[in-house]
């Protein structure tokens, strides 16, 4: 079955970064969904660490 929801949990070492209400203010400033947001930096993310597997292989 696959999966296509995911939850994330920030960190207490990570949470001085406020990345909720950054991502929040950043999101009605761009006219998008947090989920928007989060869905592009996590394929962006992705995209990067794949190229950089098959460069290394």
């Known amino acids: ?3 296509d929801k995911l939850s ?7 949470r001085q ?3 909720i209400e950054r991502l ?3 999101a009605k400033k ?9 869905v592009q930096a996590i394929m962006e993310f992705v995209d990067r660490e794949e ?3 098959s460069r290394g292989k």
């Open 8 to 14: 994330i949990y920030v960190p207490q070492d990570k």
């Open 17 to 19: 970064y406020r990345l």
């Open 30 to 38: 761009r006219d998008r969904s947090v989920n928007y947001l989060v």
């Open 51 to 53: 190229k950089k597997d």
């Open 1 to 3: 079955m696959p999966m």
């Open 24 to 26: 929040n203010k950043l």
